[in-house]
């Protein structure tokens, strides 16, 4: 069976708009699971726009069918 792949976009308030460290991560704006890079890249981007005048607002794309099969992490 082939892997499904699943995207994490999540963002916050960074403490430091230099170094990725959220001021309180039990506040982090979970934007959406994606099965598609695509589709998380576009989430991450409207997201993003949204505050793109607040340095502390930061928002990300994590892959999490990587972190499911820690495996798969030396086949890329």
């Known amino acids: 069976m082939a892997q499904q792949e699943l995207y994490l976009v999540f963002g916050g ?11 309180d991560p039990r506040k982090a704006d979970i934007v959406g699971l994606y099965p598609s890079y695509d589709e ?4 991450w981007q409207a997201k993003s726009q949204q505050h793109v005048d607040d340095a502390y607002m930061r928002y990300f794309v994590a892959p ?9 992490l030396d086949a890329s």
């Not at 308030?13 to 001021?23: H, I, M, S």
Request: hydrophobic residues 45%; proline residues 8%.
């Open 64 to 72: 999490l069918h990587k972190l499911i099969n820690p495996d798969d």
């Open 13 to 23: 308030t960074l403490a430091d708009p230099r170094v990725n460290v959220f001021t």
């Open 40 to 43: 998380a890249f576009k989430a």
